[in-house]
């Protein structure tokens, strides 16, 4: 497996390569962060300002964001700015006081899931969420035993690191894990995934138990982005929700990736399934790119937790957290941005499907709304698409287009740009993308 940071980074073995600018930048880089600094792209890239879909250089080069979805209503968005800059300027304190912001942006959150999930903690990042999500479910369940996919990405704390096999280079999986393949429709027999996916969970969850393991839970990225995209069809989750709940366990959805609208089922990615999680974290798109997280939960999840250990986090849920979180639903509201990635998303569909009639490489395009995997392949083996997709990756980095990549293989292009990306984006990164691979073929 590719550990899928790696895929597009800057390898330091080639910084012979750069102009003397660059390269004195990327050593000073080095220097100061060490062995923990990941650079992206043969030629890595300095950025001064955002606006909308788009990034800049000082020289004013303009790239085109297909990569990130921590500013989710756009870079820079300038009501964003605004409510965070006002609330900067009035007050800025940990939440242990009473807050009118405060309450008025957890109620409207809060609104937007099924009414048993009904508690709300605010945290900072998406792996402090996921590690008070493992938590919760262990206090909630009295196992400790977890269940994800094969390639998942959860987040960087130790608890959440042992269940992010993406993240894995020399590690090996703990003894209270356990991997189940990706909801791949192409490994299930035709037309069974759902059933095919929660027997590959329940034969999981029965291992757990035969070693003396109590199952607690199962996490799973509402779109299994690191996985390498996998959407459809909706409603595939049902079966092993239903698995997992039957052996004692909970269901975590992460949604911190598919989150706050890009899959087109109201807010959250977990919709389109019909299921109900017990416990849901979110984080990078909440705050477009204030770090803000949380984790949502039914009350008597969170109070077996809390009736055992505090939990306290300084910098989670201020009121400069509850300015930024409030100011991105207005705009997601506002702009009518659900509706806009669903159908700028079915333009992309579209027009990159019919690019793949003409290019081989392109074995599949899948996803939902404006999350989408371009899956390539230069022979009949997933694993040919490796070396194409970091080709790909630079490719299009020098046709000023950024993306990046997933999959079991990393062969797996991933679209996952700020919302407000136009059918005119769309068509540029299609013809960027056309351009690329007749180059890398
Ligand atoms: C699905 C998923 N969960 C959790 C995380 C961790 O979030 P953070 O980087 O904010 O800690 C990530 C980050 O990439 C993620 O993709």
Known sequence: MKQILALNAFDPAQAAGLDAALAARVARRARLFGAASVLFYERPLTLVRGEGAWVYEADGTPYLDVYNNVPSVGHCHPKVVAAVSRQLARLNIHSRYLSDEVHDFAERLLATFPPRLSNVTLTCTGSESNDLALRLAMAATGGRGFVVTETAYHG???LVTEISPASFKSATLPPHVRLVPAPDPGEAPAGRLGSWFAARVAEAIADLERNGIRFAAFLADSIFSSDGVFADPPGFLAETVEVVHRAGGLYVADEVQPGYGRTWAGLWGFSRHGTEPDI???GKPMGNGYPMAGVV????????????????N??????VAAAAGGAVLDVIQAEGLIAHADRVGRHL???LTALAGRRPAIVEVRGAGLFIGIELAAGSDARSGTGLATRAINGLRERHVLIGAAGRYG???????????????????????????????
């Open 156 to 158: 960087n704390t130790a």
């Open 280 to 282: 849901v974290t979110m």
């Open 297 to 312: 939960t039914r009350p008597e999840i969170l109070s077996a937790f809390c009736s055992s250990v505090g939990y306290f």
């Open 314 to 319: 300084t910098f989670g849920g201020s009121a």
């Open 349 to 351: 569909r579209e027009q």
């Open 411 to 441: 062969n797996v292009l991933k679209v996952r740009p700020p919302l407000c990306f136009s059918a005119a984006d769309a068509d540029h990164l299609v013809e960027a993308l056309d351009a690329t691979l007749e180059a890398a073929a």
